[in-house]
C-alpha cells in the first residue's frame, strides 16, 4: 500500500448529487479497493499508477481547512463518502473523519454518511452530538463467499450488520445501501437488517470493463442478468416492505 501524506485546499466541494449540496472525502483513493468501485475514475486525477486499493492519500490537514471553509458556510446537505470510504482501514490510525465530525458539531449541515466499516461505531459519541445526521452501511449481499469476489478487502457482511444494529440501538438514524446488488438471498438479507434498518437503498452493478470479466470467471455471470437482478430487487423491496422499511429501488 502506498501511503502519501497531502495538504488539501478545500474539504467541502459542490456535488451534483441529488439531495445533497455538499461532499467531503478525507482521503483519496481507498483501501478496500472494492472490485466494481466507480471512484476508479479518480486516478486520471492524481497521477497515481499503482492499481486501486493500492494507494491512499491522506488529507492531514482536512479537519483545519473544513473548520476555515464552515465559517462561509450556514445550511445545506452534506454527504461524506462519495469517492472514498471515509472508515477505510487508515482512519483507525489518522482519524481524519472523526475529526471532521468534531468540526461538525455545531453547524446547521444535515450530515450523511455511507460506509463498508464497523469502525464507524466509534465515532458514535460524536455522531449523536450533531444536529441532524443519518449513517449508510453498504451491504450488497448476505453471502461472504460473494463478497469475497468483489469486496475482497471490505469488513465482512456480518460486522456491517452488526455495526447497523449498534448505531439504530443508540438512536441514530440508519439505512442500508444494497449497491451494488449482488448475488443474494433476498430473505436471508431481509432477515439481516430487519429492525437496524430505517431505510433501504438498493441500486446495481456496472458491468463494463473488468467487471464482466470478473462475472465470468467467478461463473456468477448468470445471476446477475438484468432479469434476475430486477428480480431479486423487487422481492428484497416486497419482502422489507411488508416489515414496514420503505424501500428504493434506484434502477429501472
Known amino acids: ?96 473523519t472523526r475529526d471532521c465530525l468534531s468540526a461538525l458539531v ?13 469502525l464507524v461505531v466509534r465515532d458514535t459519541d460524536i455522531l449523536r452530538q450533531l444536529s441532524h445526521v443519518e449513517v449508510g452501511l453498504s451491504i450488497t449481499t448476505n453471502r461472504e463467499d460473494v463478497k469475497q469476489v468483489f469486496e475482497p478487502r471490505a469488513p465482512s457482511i456480518a460486522s456491517r450488520v452488526v455495526a447497523l444494529k449498534a448505531l439504530h440501538d443508540a438512536g441514530l438514524r440508519t439505512y442500508v445501501f444494497v449497491g451494488p446488488l449482488l448475488p443474494m438471498d433476498p430473505g436471508v438479507l431481509a432477515s439481516m437488517i430487519e429492525g437496524a434498518a430505517d431505510e433501504v437503498l438498493i441500486d446495481r452493478l456496472n458491468y463494463a470493463g473488468k467487471v464482466a470479466g470478473l462475472l465470468r470467471s467467478s ?34
Request: glycine share 8%; hydrophobic share 35%; net charge positive.
Open 106 to 118: 455545531p453547524t446547521p449541515l444535515e450530515v450523511h454518511i455511507l460506509t463498508r466499516s464497523p
Open 219 to 252: 461463473g456468477l455471470a448468470p445471476l446477475m442478468s438484468m432479469p434476475r437482478v430486477r428480480a431479486a430487487a423487487r422481492e428484497l423491496q416486497d419482502i422489507l416492505t411488508e416489515k414496514g422499511i420503505p424501500v428504493s429501488i434506484l434502477f429501472t
Open 1 to 96: 500500500m502506498n501511503i502519501r501524506e497531502i495538504t488539501a485546499r478545500s474539504a467541502l466541494t459542490r456535488t451534483g448529487i441529488e439531495g445533497y449540496d455538499y461532499c467531503l472525502n478525507p482521503y483519496v483513493g481507498c483501501g478496500h479497493g472494492c472490485r466494481y468501485c466507480y471512484a476508479t475514475f479518480m486516478k486520471r486525477f492524481t497521477g497515481h499508477s499503482e492499481p486501486w486499493g493500492d494507494f491512499v492519500d491522506v488529507k492531514a490537514n482536512v479537519a483545519h481547512v473544513l473548520r476555515r471553509q464552515l465559517k462561509r458556510v450556514r445550511e445545506g446537505t452534506l454527504l461524506i463518502g462519495t469517492v472514498t470510504d471515509p472508515y477505510q482501514p487508515l482512519e483507525k490510525r489518522y482519524r481524519l
